[in-house]
């Protein structure tokens, strides 16, 4: 193979990987899917990438943002509602703006990952879900202040993910129901006010 063929081939198959890993998952996906996909050898994926792991692993990396791209709020300022308000909108937006079609892959990986973890997981939970895990956390230990037991402050943060994740999970379910939920795209910013007033209540409560 030369160069020039070795990186295009190289480049269709992150891409056509891409594609059938969110539609099929790891387990389901194989190297023939993909590289008819791709229009490639079924030996360029040992070729380029090690393995089906390896070229799965190359698709994780290229799919989900770096711990250094999740820009965390200043604490010396903003009070900590209004950090709450803004770190809610900042991740609502990255999960629910399907700007692209490379958004919505991101994220029909991660749900298949949910449903049956690869041992890729650790990486995911390292790039996209650790450091946006962090903040939160604390934010609602700012919020019930100090001496918060422990087991109050994880049931707090998680049930704040669980508004805000609650519309990606069970997506085709909503679909379904009769009165239908309002679409996202429209309502956004109310579905971020909403949760925002519906966490501070129960932190509220929590706290007193």
Not at 70 to 83: I, Y
Not at 147 to 158: L, R
Not at 198 to 203: C, V
Request: charged share 25%.
């Amino acid at each position: 193979m030369n160069e020039p063929q070795d990186v295009n081939t190289k480049a269709a198959l992150l891409s056509a990987a891409i594609e059938v890993f969110a539609d099929k998952g790891f387990d389901s996906a194989t190297v023939r899917n993909i590289c008819s996909q791709a229009q490639a050898n079924v030996a360029a994926v040992n070729y380029h990438y090690g393995s089906k792991s390896g070229l799965y692993a190359a698709v994780l990396e290229e799919i989900f943002p770096k711990k250094e791209d999740w820009q965390k709020l200043d604490s010396s300022t903003a009070h900590p509602e209004a950090r709450l308000h803004e770190f809610v909108r900042g991740l609502v937006a990255e999960i629910y703006r399907m700007g692209s079609d490379m958004t919505a892959r991101r994220w029909a990986i991660f749900l298949r990952e949910m449903a049956k973890p690869s041992k890729h997981l650790d990486f995911i939970v390292r790039r996209q879900v650790q450091a946006r895990t962090d903040e939160l956390r604390h934010i609602v230990a700012e919020l019930l202040g100090p001496n918060t037991p422990e087991t109050t402050m994880a049931f707090c943060s998680a049930n704040v993910w669980a508004l805000i994740l609650d519309q990606l999970l069970i997506q085709p379910i909503l679909e379904r129901l009769t009165p239908n939920r309002p679409g996202m795209d429209e309502n956004i910013d109310a579905f971020v006010d909403h949760v925002v007033k519906f966490s501070l209540g129960g932190i509220n409560a929590v706290k007193k």
